[in-house]
């Protein structure tokens, strides 16, 4: 880094950039001579700061004056040397305040301008380090001060577009036990009102069956800001769960999503495209792909407002499985407060859905509703204890013919879980799920625990 020395009415300007830049003397209009004020500063503290500064000790020269900040701050050259001095040592917070005094006496000294638009550029405020440098070169610098402030400013853009665009990663691996992979009924015998309540037993895949599982996930997502208000953004998750019996029931699946939001005041906008791609047993099983949207409103910052919904279409690979094909409105609202901790977090949903059968399928089409409320809450700094409750309602339209009635299904489920961030990035998860359907037909209900562990790796 090189620095260049302007003095002009006997004081030291100093400014320090990428290029050596020229004396103040050659500058039209870059600088003013500064008004050092009525506090009177020994020349000595001043010549022996410069000289520190001047041999690359820029540590001992903050401490030197930094001791004397309270005597003789006020005295332009006095805290100019200072912001320089606690610039150059690592301290850009103390130099703006030094700096900021220079300013309020000399707003035209272009010099102070520049450490300020690069203290504020090491703080990380880069709107303001692109304020300051606009006004440097406004002031008209010559040819080598104008390069140095290009170049600061090719980096602010060059910073602030990666602000704009953000990736984020994970990968995860889960270990868990399942009391029913397959949701079927525990009960193996029974009676089929079509054949005169003749009692059937079930075959034993049909039947709750208990399975030890693990299952690997990862997924990858991408963000881009245009600006304050327009963003899109776009990501996919890849996961496969394998069984260690019953491995029909193995499962994989490749979800990918596009969208685009819009901020304006209080409100958010979003609209977006999904598609989904689901295996079981190894073999490719059923697509799906359709269209999501909603609308958010932020009364604060701790409570918001949501309604959302989406449209979907399912259709299966098999052509003995494609009478179950289906298409999928959903429409719902939900509500969030954040308490007072600024990290406990309370939520409630509701939804309405209807699922309009595509062929023949036994039941027909399906018309329900949902609700699901719940929360989290930290223990320490680095757990956070979750839970929530959910109950499902849906009727079906065709009366089954074997059962000779409409099916009806009601659904509750509950989750307790934690995350641990035991290291940076990573994330240790215990959970346990219970989940019930009663129907009133016999082989539709069926209850299930399903107890995991898993481990994360953010990558962002």
């Given amino acids: ?76 050259e ?13 301290h850009p917070d103390k130099a703006t305040l030094a700096l900021e005094r220079v300013l309020a006496v000399d707003p035209n000294f272009a010099g102070a301008r520049l450490d300020m638009a690069r203290a504020y550029f090491h703080l990380g405020d880069l709107p303001r380090a692109k304020t300051e440098l606009e006004m440097v070169m406004k ?8 390069i140095t402030i290009e170049k600061y400013l090719a980096a602010i853009d060059s910073a602030e ?7 984020s990663a994970y990968v995860e691996g889960t270990i868990g036990r399942d009391t029913n992979v397959n949701n079927s009924t525990s009960q193996s015998d029974v009676a089929i009102p079509a054949f005169g309540d003749l009692v059937f037993t079930l075959s034993p895949t ?11 996930a990862t997924g990858w997502e991408v963000e881009h800001a245009f600006d304050d208000r327009w963003r899109v953004n776009g990501g996919l998750d890849l996961r496969q769960r394998n069984n260690n019996k019953m491995h029909t029931y193995d499962f994989g699946s490749l979800d990918a999503r596009a969208g685009a939001a819009y901020a304006t005041g209080n409100e958010v906008f979003r609209l977006g495209i999904t598609w989904g791609f689901y295996e079981q047993a190894h073999l490719k099983n059923r697509n799906s792909y359709g269209f999501t949207g909603g609308w958010q409103h932020n009364f604060d910052p701790k409570n918001q407002f949501s ?20 298409n999928q409105v959903v429409i719902g609202a939900g509500m969030l407060h954040i308490l007072d901790d600024g990290r406990s977090a309370l939520f409630v949903s509701i939804n309405g859905l209807k699922e309009g059968a595509v062929h023949d399928r036994a039941d027909g089409s399906k018309t ?12 320490g700094e680095a757990v956070e204890v979750f839970a929530s409750v959910g109950y499902q309602r849906g009727r079906y339209d065709k009366e089954n013919l074997a059962f000779l009635a409409k099916r009806d299904d009601k659904q509750s489920d509950a989750t307790l879980g934690a995350n641990w961030h035991f290291a940076q990035l990573w994330t240790f998860r215990p959970q346990v799920g219970y989940s019930r359907n009663r129907s009133n037909i016999a082989i539709y209900s069926f209850d299930r625990v399903d107890a995991s562990m898993t481990v994360r790796r953010d990558f962002k």
């Fill in 139 to 146: 002031q008209e610098p010559p040819e080598a001060a104008r």
């Fill in 206 to 216: 049909s039947l709750k069956t208990p399975a030890t599982y693990y299952m690997g």
């Fill in 78 to 90: 006095f805290d100019y040397l200072l912001g320089v001095a606690a610039l150059d040592s690592g």
């Fill in 161 to 167: 577009e990666a602000k704009r665009t953000r990736y």
């Fill in 1 to 76: 880094m090189h620095e260049a020395a302007y003095a002009r009415g006997g004081v030291v300007i100093r400014a320090f950039s990428a290029v050596p830049i020229p004396a103040t003397s050659e500058v039209q209009n870059a600088t003013n001579p500064m008004r050092v004020g009525s506090v009177e500063v020994p020349d000595h503290l001043l010549r022996e700061a410069e000289a520190l500064l001047n041999a690359g000790k820029a540590e001992e020269a903050y401490q030197l004056l930094e001791a004397k900040d309270f005597e003789y701050s006020g005295n332009s």
């Fill in 307 to 326: 309604v959302f919904g989406q449209y979907g279409k399912n259709r299966y690979s098999d052509p003995t499985y494609r009478v179950n094909d289906f």
């Fill in 368 to 379: 329900g509703y949902g609700l699901r409320l719940g929360g989290q809450t930290p223990f």
